[in-house]
């Protein structure tokens, strides 16, 4: 089952320079399992021992996983993963 | 309406139904028009109500200096307001951000100091910040982390919407401050069982991403999860066909980010028709189109004018 994940600019050097790689995973947790495997110290990235990053968001098919159910949130083949720094973007 | 001065005409704008793009009577689509403001924006409400608020509390006395990180509308309703209150107006804004708004903001008096484009607004508020460190006399009244921006939609968009579609079950604007969306969704979850409180974040180009690394990211102070039932990321590619969509079927000519809010609030829609359930979608027109003519999206095709926005903050 493949998942397409989005890597933002920040985090290609742990992807050979990839903004879009692929993976695997019944739950978003798994998946960042399976990338760490393939693009070591990317997990960490992503982590840490209280689950998702602070600053880091993650987008099931463009909806916020921490809405859908955090890590634990089920993957379906040929979703599409985005991954993005939380920034203050432009509203304001 | 008769109003006594141009401050006191904030507000109280327009909700209208768009029944082209709603998909069927059950369901239906309202557009909430904060363009209706006098200046433009949707950001009229809260600065007033930092500026009033910052009054009260003595922070502002005659004379003083404002000083406040924005790409552009919440300064330039600081800015008209800063003029009849007889304040100067100092915007730490991203050089990334259009003419229009620079234009806008120098013709009311306002001072601006450039951020670099890299980071966004992040940048905008750490020079901001920095500056207001140095010149302890200034006023920062930082929308990100000051509750009376959430106030102002909580004691005056949140009653409005309500007053005018008691039906409402959804509640959708774009997501920066996150002041309209936290108050709002405060106002309307304490009063209508059930409603969704919906975040558009807009996704910009990968320049705007561009921090050093993701601890350095930016949370606003006022964002509260819990207020919120979901929230999408909307690409600018989405915004931007559904802005000229909105002109196009219903004849509203807006701004870019309300097309990343009509996005999402047709997704939400068409999840209510497939589930059989009514729906009354309310999202935000946060401003028109005007102050973004130059960066040409209004024009060509959709794959240009994408190519055009790349690297610009355009909510």
């Known amino acids: 089952m493949a998942i397409k994940v989005r890597i933002p600019t920040i ?3 742990y992807t050979g320079g990839e903004k879009l790689v692929s993976g695997e995973g019944a739950t978003l947790e798994e998946l960042i399992g399976d990338l760490e495997s393939r693009h070591p110290g990317l997990k960490g990235r992503l982590m840490d021992e ?7 968001n993650v987008y099931l098919n463009d909806e916020d996983v921490r809405f859908l159910g955090g890590l634990g949130t089920p993957l379906s083949d040929g979703d599409t993963v985005t991954v993005l720094p939380a920034v203050a973007g432009g509203a304001g | 309406m008769r109003f006594d001065s141009l401050l006191d005409s904030v507000g109280r704008t327009p909700l209208v139904g768009l029944p082209r793009l709603s998909p069927s009577p059950e369901v239906r689509v309202w557009a909430k028009l904060e363009d209706r403001n006098p200046t433009g924006s949707v950001k009229d409400r809260p600065a007033l109500w930092m500026v009033e608020q910052a009054e009260k509390e003595g922070l ?3 004379g003083c200096t404002i000083l406040e990180p924005t790409s552009g509308n919440t300064g330039i309703s600081l800015a ?10 100092i915007c730490v804004m991203p050089e990334n951000t259009s003419e229009e708004r620079r234009q806008l903001l120098r013709m009311w008096g306002a001072e601006i100091v450039s951020s670099p484009a890299a980071g966004g607004s992040n940048e905008a508020v750490r020079v901001a910040k920095e500056l207001a460190e ?3 006399d200034w006023v920062m009244l930082y929308q990100y982390g000051n509750p009376a921006n959430w106030r102002a939609h909580y004691e005056t968009t949140g009653p409005e919407i309500l007053e005018d579609l008691p039906s409402v079950t959804h509640f959708v604007a774009g997501l920066g401050t996150t002041g309209t969306l936290m108050g709002v969704g405060r106002f309307l979850r304490e009063r209508v069982p059930g409603v969704q409180i919906v ?4 996704r910009y180009g990968e320049l705007v991403y561009g921090l050093r690394n993701v601890d350095e990211g930016f949370i606003p102070e006022l964002y509260d999860e819990s207020v919120l039932t979901t929230r999408f990321s909307v690409t600018s590619a989405d915004a931007l066909r559904r802005t000229r969509e909105l002109l196009a079927t219903e004849g509203i000519f807006a701004g870019i980010s309300t097309g990343c809010a009509l996005h999402a609030a047709l997704g939400l829609a068409a999840k209510a028709v497939k589930a059989g359930q009514r729906a009354d979608i309310v ?9 973004y003519l130059s960066t040409g999206a209004y024009e060509g095709t959709l794959d240009e004018a994408e190519d055009r926005l790349e690297g610009q903050l355009w909510a």
């Open chain 2, 283 to 291: 999202f935000i027109v946060a401003d028109g189109g005007w102050k």
């Open chain 2, 60 to 62: 502002l006395t005659p």
């Open chain 2, 199 to 202: 975040a558009a974040e807009p």
């Open chain 2, 80 to 89: 008209m307001a800063a003029r009849l209150k007889g304040y100067k107006l």
């Open chain 1, 50 to 56: 209280n689950g998702l990053r602070r600053f880091v």
């Open chain 1, 11 to 13: 985090l290609r050097s």
């Open chain 2, 134 to 136: 140095r010149n302890p």
